[in-house]
């Protein structure tokens, strides 16, 4: 609202808030989808108009729009210039977007603006989206593109030689190719998109996002629409407080690194915790030493673990014997109070792994506002886990799949950890999906979060989850 006011500048601010909030259009779709020819720019913005059941403006239906002369005028100079001068592009859209069913339903803005002159002419009268993608691929990838494009001259649908080709032979006989998509005309057209998108770029420094271009245009579709979904940080303080859950092999650890790097948070390992505290030898050491102590020799004959491999609660031993819950949160609650969590907020991974470790956690103050569970199947866990190896002369980590030692007489001597033998993995991924579910119901606006995937492609996900909205009531 305080923006619209700015923008706005009405002369009666009572009646203009009140006017606005009737609206209640805060939260509807605004968004501009720009990127160079052949990116795939208007089937993504169709795809996320009927996905968000918004409106789609193109210069096309713009200029189409009947019983307006401005519509009329527009279109016969598109029709001798293929371009619609910018100050009568920008009252096309001015006039759209202020139509009823933009105002409740929101826009979608495909290919446009073109220039800085017209981002710059948009956001004067007013029109700011919310959202703004860029498509970005290879020219060489665009070239290829174009080329292959081919036209169906009754219905006016596109099609492609490679990508998208009908299996009705009817359809094939009558394509046609498309008018300006040879390699030279392709070639200029791309060199004008690059010398305008830089110049663009400023214009929308918080709000713009780009994406690939060069994938399946499903994967282009789901980055597009993840971010579209997400809400801007405000300038509101806001302490994130992240709890990570999953089972071991899940990629937590990995996905916690990439929030702290790029939001500054304290990443809290509990286990990392359990470990620092017995080697600094502190109050809480001391008592935790026991627990590690016992049976270590028969732990590391037989699990062949060091202590950073322990979960957060276990200790040393055949009998697997289990820290109290009470003393895991002592270490837990000295790390949390300390001033850099209190200030720059914290991502935790490790704890709790059990509703009754929650409702400690929970009882004492320690209250995440954004909790994430990592959910990946088994058979991707044992994948992960099972040909992990390690070489005992150089300490060097390999994995027989992702990363493969470089000669045999590397492979010939890894060895091994027992904790990432089968029969452990199945044991621990037991005893998560026990506890999961009365986790899930405790946190109950958890996002449950696919972590089969590239790793960057779950943290956007994640990502999206910590800059949406707080919720109504925040502990």
């Known amino acids: 609202m305080l923006e619209q006011l700015l923008i706005h500048q009405p002369k009666d601010p009572i009646l203009f808030m009140i006017n606005h909030l009737q609206l209640d259009n805060d939260n509807v779709p605004k968004i501009v989808i720009l990127g160079p020819p052949a990116s795939g720019k208007t089937t993504i913005a169709m795809w996320l108009c009927k996905h968000l059941n918004s409106n789609l403006l193109t210069v096309e239906n713009l200029i189409a729009k009947e019983f307006s002369s401005l519509a009329a005028a527009a279109r016969k100079h598109y029709q001798i210039n293929k371009r619609v001068p910018s100050m009568q592009l920008v009252r096309l859209i001015q006039d759209r977007v202020s139509e009823e069913d933009c105002v409740r339903r929101g826009w979608i803005l495909d290919g446009i603006p073109e220039t800085r002159e017209q981002a710059l002419m948009i956001q004067t009268v007013g029109i700011t989206p919310r959202h703004v993608i860029v498509l970005s691929a290879p020219d060489t990838v665009l070239i290829e593109r174009n080329l292959g494009k081919r036209i169906d001259p009754q219905t006016g649908e596109i099609y492609h030689t490679t990508f998208d080709w009908p299996s009705e032979s009817e359809i094939q006989d009558r394509l ?100 620092e505290a017995v080697a600094d030898k502190s109050k809480f050491g001391e008592v935790i030493q026991p627990f590690f102590e016992k049976d270590m020799a028969e732990y590391k004959l037989q699990e062949g673990g060091a202590l950073g491999s322990l979960p957060c609660n276990a200790v040393p031993g055949t009998a697997r014997m289990l820290l109290p819950d009470s003393l895991i949160m002592k270490v837990l609650s000295e790390r949390l109070n300390q001033q850099d969590c209190i200030q720059k907020g914290w991502v935790l991974h490790g704890f709790p792994r059990d509703l009754d470790q929650a409702l400690m956690m929970d009882s004492l103050g320690y209250k995440p506002n954004r909790v994430f569970f990592l959910n990946v199947p088994f058979d991707s866990v044992l994948e992960r886990l099972t040909l992990r190896r390690t070489d005992p002369i150089t300490g060097e980590r390999y994995h027989l799949m992702y990363k493969p030692p470089p000669t045999t007489e590397i492979q010939d001597r890894l060895l091994q950890n027992p904790k990432d033998a089968e029969e452990h993995v199945k044991f621990k991924m037991d005893l998560f999906y026990r506890n999961a579910a009365e986790l899930e119901e405790f946190y109950g606006q958890a996002l449950t979060i696919n972590g089969d995937q590239d790793p960057y492609t779950v943290f956007e996900y994640i990502e999206s989850g910590i800059i949406n909205p707080l919720p109504q009531k925040v502990p």
């Open 176 to 275: 046609i190719v498309p008018v300006g998509i040879s390699e030279l005309e392709t070639a200029g057209k791309l060199l004008e998109y690059h010398r305008n998108i830089v110049r663009i770029f400023p214009s929308y420094p918080k709000i713009l996002k780009v994406i690939s271009a060069d994938q399946p245009c499903v994967d282009v579709f789901y980055q597009a629409l993840t971010y579209v979904q997400t809400n801007h940080r405000s300038n509101a303080p806001f302490t994130p407080r992240v709890l990570l859950c999953g089972p071991m092999g899940s990629g937590k650890s990995l996905q916690a690194a990439l929030l702290a790097q790029k939001y500054s948070l304290v990443n809290v390992c509990c286990g990392q915790l359990l470990k």
